[in-house]
T-cell receptor, first 117, second 109 residues
């Protein structure tokens, strides 16, 4: 149980392109989803937390107009990287948690490796 | 501030036992999670401790001492596939996980 699906796995695109990443909880309802970014050999960096039906809460330093997050249903959240540039190249990982608040584990998708040329 | 301290890297032999220590400081505490992350992959959930003591789950066990701000992950009968990074992630008063850089575990035959 607690499977999270993330697509696409890999994206290679030109600078200026917008990229949409989907995160789905397949066998549970995720009231809270998280979006992380991870650079090589570094720790996970939380970008934003989204609760179903409400606006995402962004971490300090993360541009909300650049990283658009939508959590329209209990099983789907999307992250759109708008007008991506080479410095946005990274490993983006989503996770989902079953309960709002609470001490449930976060279950991770397989991640999306984004390369901007 | 919030802080996690784990060794950067550890090496162990196949078939042996290894203990990965973690000390933490958080604003409030709602339990501590251990995750495994293979290179180039997303983390996978291993264990959760909220009360003091040892939780055993197959070859992996996790221990927590809340008064000391200390946890460890114990891996027995090490296999080559256990080579990965192990992330200690305490949960603060806002139910947010605090992530460190983790411990890279290298298993040698």
């Amino acid at each position: 149980g607690a499977v999270v699906s993330q697509h696409p796995s890999w994206v290679i695109c030109k600078s200026g392109t917008s990229v949409k990443i989907e995160c789905r909880s397949l066998d549970f309802q995720a009231t809270t989803m998280f979006w992380y970014r991870q650079f090589p050999k570094q720790s996970l960096m939380l970008m934003a937390t989204s609760n179903e039906g409400s606006k995402a809460t962004y971490e300090q330093g993360v541009e909300k107009d650049k990283f658009l997050i939508n959590h329209a249903s209990l099983t789907l959240s999307t992250l759109t990287v708008t007008s991506a540039h080479p410095e946005d190249s990274s490993f983006y990982i989503c996770s989902a948690r079953q309960a709002r608040g609470g001490n449930q584990p976060q279950h991770f998708g397989d991640g999306t490796r984004l390369s901007i040329l | 501030g919030q802080n996690i301290d784990q060794p950067t890297e550890m090496t162990a032999t196949e078939g042996a036992i290894v203990q990965i220590n973690c000390t933490y400081q958080t604003s409030g505490f709602n339990g501590l999670f251990w995750y495994q992350q293979h290179a180039g992959e997303a983390p996978t959930f291993l264990s959760y401790n909220v009360l003091d003591g040892l939780e055993e789950k197959g070859r992996f066990s996790s221990f927590l001492s809340r008064s000391k701000g200390y946890s460890y992950l114990l891996l027995k009968e090490l296999q080559m596939k256990d080579s990965a990074s192990y992330l200690c992630a305490p949960m603060d008063s806002n139910y947010q996980l605090i992530w460190g850089a983790g411990t890279k575990l290298i298993i040698k035959p």
